[in-house]
């Protein structure tokens, strides 16, 4: 393999080389010139245009010897505070939101008490207060804001940045997240109405946070979040992989047998998430008269130590399991993650016993069951990540430079 972009013609434009930068892949002009085959001259006008909007930098680790000879080069990076990301992830009763920086890293966080049952406009205008409190927090302007991510416990439409059918959102369904929290933005923070705003599944976007953080390697990643809900992300070749209509991975609403009583919250008897989530965990405590209400009740006695707790868990694992030994034989990956509320010994115990029992030896010969890295951050971190892949892929860099007037 040449290793070379775009050579042909010499079109690399100044996008491609954002993305050179990046990945790691050039990070001198020299790499740079000898990846896209573009002349010295070429590299330097393209990059200029990346130095002018504030994209990149001088690296500060001083010069690198350059793969062309002569003398050594200065190292470019990418320049990860010209701009913030502003993310929320919002679960059944509660959210969370932070201002981030263009790598991730958070600047400033709040999470609190949000019911997605409040409707669409309510919840979403709730955020865009969040965010104006937020920027002030993190001495950050709202026109530093690049844009905005969303997770949901829903099945979302990406293309459309609407939520489909969600089982557990009364109220939200074909509702357009995308325009509501950049007005509600625009309204509460002073932000631009035309922000750009990606919506996604919690789950895939957690998914999504911990394989590029914890597993970059990983071509075939699968996160399962066990919280009030049951939902699965999957990362593929560095890519969330949705389906066709962003259903992929919804294994919560899956009928179990012998879960043939159990109401769930989407109105029908025997899904997994009415047998095995923290909610099912949370009802079967209150029944026995351990008071618990949530998923997060539960995980509150899972870290006190409560054996009843520990014992459903481990349950409730199993159950899972069960259904894991299909995703996994499907999908054959490399890393499976337990994340959410249940995520913790017994519960992944339970896992294990039944996954490796029913999946055929050969899918997880070399597959890790893992807990979550991130914890309750990797649904943001998820989704400051997609919208920061989002705005600076090369062919969308373009275009913004472009309107930049660069
Ligand atoms: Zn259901």
Redesign the pocket.
């Known amino acids: 393999m040449s290793g070379q972009v775009a050579k042909a013609g010499g079109r690399a434009g100044s996008g491609d080389l954002l993305a050179l930068v990046r990945s790691g892949r050039a990070t001198t002009r020299g790499a740079l010139q000898q990846a896209t085959g573009l002349s010295r001259a070429t590299v330097g006008q393209r990059l200029d245009r990346l130095f002018r909007a504030g994209w990149l930098r001088e690296g500060a680790g001083g010069p690198v010897d350059s793969p062309l000879g002569g003398r050594p080069s200065i190292t470019l990076e990418f320049d990860d505070e010209h701009a913030v990301v502003l993310a929320a992830d919002l679960d059944t009763r509660h959210a969370r939101a932070a201002v981030l920086s263009l790598s991730g890293e958070v600047q400033a966080e709040h999470s609190g008490a949000l019911d997605v049952e409040d409707g669409p406009g309510a919840v979403l205008d709730r955020l865009g207060r969040w965010f104006g409190a937020l920027l002030e927090k993190a001495g950050r302007r709202a026109d530093e804001v690049c844009g905005i991510g969303l997770a949901v416990p829903g099945p979302v439409d990406t293309d459309t940045g609407r939520v489909v059918q969600p089982?557990i959102m009364p109220g939200w369904d074909g509702h357009d997240l995308c325009g509501g929290l950049a007005r509600a933005f625009a309204e509460h923070a002073g932000g631009r109405a035309d922000t750009v705003v990606l919506v996604d599944n919690d789950a895939n976007l957690m998914a999504y946070g911990e394989q590029r953080a914890g597993y970059p390697d990983c071509s075939a990643f699968a996160l399962v979040k066990v919280s009030t809900g049951i939902g699965a992300g999957v990362v593929v070749d560095g890519t969330i992989y949705r389906g066709i209509d962003g259903g992929a991975g919804d294994i919560?609403?899956i009928r179990v047998p012998d879960g043939a009583d159990a109401l769930?919250?989407?109105?029908?008897h025997g899904?997994?998430?009415?047998v095995a989530s923290g909610g099912a965990v949370a009802r079967r405590l209150a029944a026995a008269g351990v008071p618990a209400a949530s998923g997060s009740d539960v995980r509150d006695l899972l870290t006190a130590g409560h054996p009843e707790t520990a014992a459903l868990a481990r349950e409730a694992g199993r159950r899972v399991g069960e259904v894991l030994a299909t995703v996994v034989t499907l999908l054959n990956p490399g890393v499976l993650m337990i994340a959410g509320d249940l995520a913790g010994t017994p519960f992944l115990t339970g896992v294990r016993e039944l996954l490796y029992q029913r999946a055929l030896p050969r899918s997880t010969a070399h597959l890790d069951v893992v807990t979550s890295r991130l914890g309750e951050r990797a649904g943001l971190i998820g989704a400051g990540a997609l919208v920061v892949e989002h705005l600076y892929a090369p062919r969308r860099a373009e275009e913004r430079l472009a309107a930049l007037g660069f």
């Open positions: 089982p919560g609403h769930c919250r989407c109105g029908s899904c997994l998430a009415a």
